[in-house]
């Protein structure tokens, strides 16, 4: 049989489609040099990302340092905010119940003192949105704290001065109590601001 190919001897496959030794030769070194240029190539990123890592950890180490440094401050720094808030707030809240409205809270308060029979006393008086309330206690001796506390507030009551501002003038609540074998009873008293 007569074969005719016209391919020269050299690029021919043999018949198992390999090509001849001489071409598989160089197409491994070439694989070969090809494959460590890769590997080289993915040590120096590695190397690269390495060093770029360590510059940006040693940063991030150094802000979280100087952070720590601020923490203290900035804690300071909030509870002064946090306290400024509420003192605006209540001077807001003071400002509105007084300066609006018009209210004189020192005659007020000389009404509250003259009108506190013996044996009752004030402990705390707190002004809001919606009126004045008075906390007291009251020590008799002959049982009678109740009756105390009643006229306490009709004094107040009588008073035109101190009434002029509020709506009512009631008692929110009395509790009656002991201390070292002595009888207290204490009150709690809510004077409403009238609404204009």
């Known amino acids: 049989m007569i074969d005719i190919n016209l391919i020269p001897a050299a690029s021919r496959k043999d018949g198992k489609g390999n090509a001849n030794s001489l071409e598989l030769n160089l197409s491994k070194d070439i694989l070969v040099g090809v494959g460590f240029g890769l590997v080289l190539i993915m040590a120096a990123c590695h190397l690269i990302l390495g060093v770029i890592w360590l510059k940006d950890a040693r940063h991030l180490s150094a802000y979280n340092a100087r952070w720590q440094e601020l923490a203290p401050d900035k804690a300071l720094l909030d509870s002064i905010k946090k306290e400024s808030g509420d003192l605006k707030k209540n ?69 035109d001065g101190f009434m002029r501002d509020f709506s009512t003038l009631e008692v929110n609540s009395i509790q009656r109590g002991s201390n070292n074998a002595v009888e207290v009873t204490d009150f709690t008293v809510m004077a409403k601001i009238k609404n204009e």
Do not use: C, H, Y
């Open 91 to 159: 001077i807001k809240m003071v400002s509105d119940m007084t300066v609006k409205k018009s209210v004189l809270w020192s005659p007020k308060f000389n009404a509250i003192s003259d009108a506190l029979p013996k044996g009752v006393w004030i402990r705390k008086m707190t002004l809001d949105k919606t009126g004045l309330t008075i906390e007291g206690s009251v020590v008799s001796k002959s049982q009678n704290e109740i009756n105390n506390v009643g006229l306490f507030l009709s004094a107040l009551k009588q008073n």
